[in-house]
């Protein structure tokens, strides 16, 4: 059985795809190995977002022949807390909600467009950007983040281990959108000076995504202008100004809203007991935990003062 099948049922469904064989992983795992011999990567980033990814599929799928990786539509979630007598509206990005229903729906997909015994999947555990941009998948913006064409940067990756044979691997070299040659919009928006016009690689670890993302016992450096904060986690302003993102960019989920009550509980940022589980489910459901808080969410709200 062969990936094209795979693929099409995806495209189908609304989603974008690639296939590339397995024996693209040294390749891959060479990709984030040479940047960091390079000294391109800081060495906090790649170990908190790059030392745990595992350039293999596991002993119980010795018969792994191709990475199936896909990209998701996705919209941005708007959330909202309560918090002396007022309303306060914020975002969740694209990429961090709905992680598991996500990868539920694309596995459903791949499995009723053939056989589904006749199919064998393992989730992947790998940089799915690179692994995107090298499958031909998604283009990088200058602001490195990854894009389809016609439907911009609001979409989650995911990847697969399949036993399918790819008969089409489209591994080649990153590319850059188009546009990106003569546009600086998310150069001159960038509240961090994250976006450089020296060098393709964008310096994370200036990033308001890197540092917000940490737990919340990390305080944001005191360079950070307070006024930068723009969403519960994450960051909007190099996505909002790319023209790419237009047709997108003012269309929402609604992800929910948190009382006075459960605003206090998360300024108050002592989670314990069952109190604490239930708002780690209720925060689980849009894509955050309890370790962003009370920090993220006290910034957000002193903007407001
Ligand atoms: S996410 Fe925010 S801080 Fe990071 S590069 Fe984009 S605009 Fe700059
Ligand atoms: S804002 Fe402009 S330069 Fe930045 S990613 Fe989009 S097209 Fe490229």
Same mark, same amino acid.
């Not at 996500?102 to 692994?131: C, G, N, W």
């Not at 100004?241 to 809203?257: H, L, W």
């Not at 006075?260 to 509980?265: G, P, V, W």
């Given at each position: ?10 495209? /189908? ?6 296939? $590339?064989?397995?024996? /693209? ?19 906090? $980033? ?67 467009? $053939? ?26 913006? /200058? ?40 546009? /600086? ?11 450089? *016009? ?25 360079? $950070? ?48 007991? *069952? ?31």
């Amino acid at each position: 059985m062969k990936t094209l099948t795979v693929l099409e049922a995806l495209e /189908r469904d609304g989603c974008n795809a690639k296939a $590339v064989s397995i024996d /693209r992983l040294d390749q891959l795992k060479e990709d984030i190995q040479s940047l960091r011999n390079a000294g391109a990567l800081d060495e906090k $980033v790649f170990n908190d977002y790059l030392l745990t990814m595992i350039y293999q599929a596991s002993k119980d799928f010795p018969d792994a022949k191709s990475i199936i990786v896909i990209a998701v539509p996705h919209q941005q979630l708007k959330i909202a807390f309560n918090w002396k007598g007022e309303r306060m509206e914020t975002l969740v990005p694209p990429t961090y909600a709905f992680a598991r229903e996500i990868d539920e729906r694309a596995i459903k997909v791949m499995k009723d467009s $053939v056989a589904p015994e006749a199919l064998h999947l393992e989730k992947a555990i790998l940089p799915l950007k690179t692994l995107a941009a090298r499958s031909g998948l998604t283009l990088y913006g /200058r602001n490195n983040i990854a894009y389809v064409l016609r439907k911009g940067s609001f979409l989650r990756l995911t990847a697969f281990y399949t036993d399918l044979v790819c008969e089409e691997d489209t591994w080649a070299e990153r590319k850059m959108l188009p546009a990106c040659k003569t546009c /600086r919009n998310c150069l001159k928006a960038c509240p961090n000076g994250v976006i450089g *016009e020296d060098r393709f690689l964008v310096r994370v670890e200036r990033c308001l995504t890197f540092f917000n993302e940490q737990s919340a016992e990390n305080q944001f450096p005191g360079w $950070v202008d307070p006024s930068a904060h723009n969403a519960i986690v994450g960051c909007m302003h190099c996505q909002r100004v790319c023209p790419y993102n237009k047709a997108f960019i003012s269309s929402y989920t609604e992800g929910g809203e948190f009382s006075e009550a459960e605003t206090a509980y998360l300024l108050e940022g002592e989670f314990k007991g *069952e109190k604490a589980k239930a708002m780690e489910e209720k925060l689980k459901l849009i894509g955050l935990d309890l370790s962003i808080f009370p920090r993220n969410l006290q910034v957000l709200l002193d903007q407001r003062q």
